[in-house]
């Protein structure tokens, strides 16, 4: 009997991927319930697909690349972009119900550096909670995939360069489970900072998973910051869509200017611009306000019925009054490395969502093509496994006992690591900032302390930003304000960081060739 393929959460990409896997029996473990405290259940923005009848493939990889800043794959963003029909497709079979214009066509939304209106929603922002419950409901319904609620995966067990199964926690019991196929589907790292609109627990499991067991890991100094998060007190803050300075709204600060007017593109300019200027005024001591009062006023109800609700729950009526906003980390464009089917470095581990690194969205990911690109990975990933040859034979599994596995935390835990990453990894670093947090992460990362795991991935971040001196796409060093003429991106192992972050090739940039 072959072994159930493992997969490791339940946000679009995990859900997606064992679907498509069915009738072939999968696991599913996830750490929460069923799609829930992902970041596809929070997502308002929707998905990119170049279907209106003034758009196509071409236009939409131009603004991808223009976004990515020169460091997309071309050959992957393609390949990824050109699945959109595929995708759509497959999300309507599930019972999704895309938003419709008057006529009953398609309606497309306009987001920050697309040149065409193409973003695909459902209840207006509602998009990421009805595909969780779409999807979620059909693996419920898929007598092929097993659901392991309240599952947290710990450990990938390896033999050589292969993986033959994982370690979990359940209950308070460590458990090992055989599997000669398994899949990260384990979300972004906006947990790991202060200030992110990504569920708390979101730390980077599946990246330290991978990097444990050898796996490469790519481009991870890019995280990208929303510029507009709900400023409250409020974790994880709420997102102010992109989709609302799509439809007219304005950014102004407390001396009523409009601070983005000189900025090609003004509020709809590029993410990381606008969140770098929206940081400058913060920086000077000044607060941010999206306006949507001309430009929605009285529609805004309709039109953003999530949002809306999130002000109100605030006190903050957006037909009437402004919306205090602030960057926030929303989206991690690094990851685990992987090819165009979602392979990892290590034979029989594939990534896909965000956890992944494609290269589709280089320097900077293009609003609302991490649904599409979640998606189109996960039916990439259960194709290669289906064709993979009979699975090698089962691994013998190690006691339970004999394993180092990380101790059980809490989500507070990360506030050691919140408080380094958000003073210096944040809209803009330096080489001093880098080092100390460096020097601080560190002996976290390396200890059998609770935030060791959630300590590597910061780790990994802090030294690729720190190897990068230059500026590109969300990667801001204000002691490299320009960016190298030659783009490359860069893949490393974490032996490879650790001695990165231990010795001079810290402060002696190594090759740029990675
Ligand atoms: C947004 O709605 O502004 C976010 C969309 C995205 O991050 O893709």
Redesign the pocket.
Known sequence: MTDPVVIIGSGIAGLVTALALAPRPVLLLTRAGLGQESATAR????I?AALGPDDDTGLHLADTLAAGAGLCDAGMAERILESAPDVIAMLARHGLRFDVDETGAPSFGL??AHSRKR?LHTRG?GTGAAITDALSGAVRNCAAITVLEHAEALRLLTAGNRVGGVVIRRQGRIQHLAASSVVLATGGIGGLYDASTNPTGNCGAGIAMAACAGAELADMEFV?F?P?ALATARRPLS???????GEGALLLNDLGQRFMLDVPGAELAP?DLVARAIHAQIAEGRRVFLDARAALGDRFAARFPGIFRLCAADGIDPSRDLIPVRPAV??HMGGIATDARGRSSLAGLWAVGECASTGLHGAN???????LEAAAMGLEAARDIADQAAPPLRMALPDADTMDVPPGRSEADAEVIRAITSQHLGVLRDAAGLDAAIAQLLPLAQSDDRLADPALVALAIAVFARLRDESRGAHARTDFPEAWPQATRRHMTLPQILVAARDSAVTQPIARSA
């Open positions: 997502a308002q923005g929707g990119a987001e920050a973003i922002d990208q929303h507009t997102l102010i869509s992109e989709a609302v300075r993410r929303h989206y990911r293009l609003a609302s093509n991490s649904l």
